[in-house]
Structure formats: structure tokens, C-alpha cells
């Protein structure tokens, strides 16, 4: 891959899914700890939760690969952590783009490091 061009890695891609960017969303507690985590390994981020309506709550450049990121707190309960309505559609229709990660552990593996 040539790595001054960043390649979005997609199975799927509708722009539809951009009418239902409407609503804003809670931040986990657990995302700034993810952000900061990824910025440290050399990670480029863009905290995306306040678009709303099901839309992934980071956005993250590493090595030219684009990831989405759906940041789900581990502590709370499984009944806690489920993807809402919004986002079992934003995440059905962008497909692989999207990654769910509960820790950093998890998050540095989602986006290839």
C-alpha cells in the first residue's frame, strides 16, 4: 500500500447513511482513555460522537487505514453496552468500516497495531 495514500478498507458504503446524522450521542467514559492511547502509538483521531444518530464515535487514521470506531464502556453491563437502534443500522449498511471496542487493548487491535 502506498502510504501517502490513505485507502478507506470497506466492504460497503451507502450515502444514506448520512440521513440519519441527526441526534447527539453520550460519550462513554472509557473513549478519552481509548484517544489518548491511540494518539500515543501515533494514531491520528477525530472524536466523531457528537454527529449522532448511530454514527461511530471516532474516527482513526493509522498506517493509511481508516477505522471507525464504536467505543462501548466494559464496565457496565452487557444490557448496557448493546448497540442502538441507530447504530445496528449505521453499522449494517457501513459493514467491516466499523469496529466495536469496549478497551484499548481492543482498540489498538481494531485498527491494525
Not at 6 to 11: K, M, N, P, R
Not at 58 to 73: A, H, S
Not at 84 to 96: L, N, R, S, V, Y
Request: net charge negative.
Amino acid at each position: 500500500m502506498d502510504p501517502n495514500l490513505a485507502h478507506l478498507v470497506c466492504d460497503s458504503f451507502s450515502d444514506s447513511s448520512f440521513d440519519a446524522m441527526r441526534r447527539a450521542a453520550k460519550v462513554d467514559s472509557n473513549q478519552a482513555e481509548i484517544v489518548a492511547a491511540l494518539r500515543k502509538i501515533g494514531a491520528r483521531v477525530e472524536p466523531m460522537h457528537s454527529m449522532g444518530r448511530g454514527f461511530p464515535d471516532l474516527l482513526v487514521m493509522w498506517r493509511g487505514v481508516l477505522t471507525l470506531l464504536e467505543v462501548k464502556d466494559g464496565s457496565k453491563s452487557p444490557s448496557r453496552r448493546k448497540l442502538t437502534p441507530d447504530q445496528i443500522e449505521w453499522h449494517a449498511q457501513w459493514g467491516e468500516c466499523v469496529r466495536v471496542v469496549e478497551n484499548v487493548e481492543q482498540a489498538i487491535e481494531a485498527i491494525g497495531g
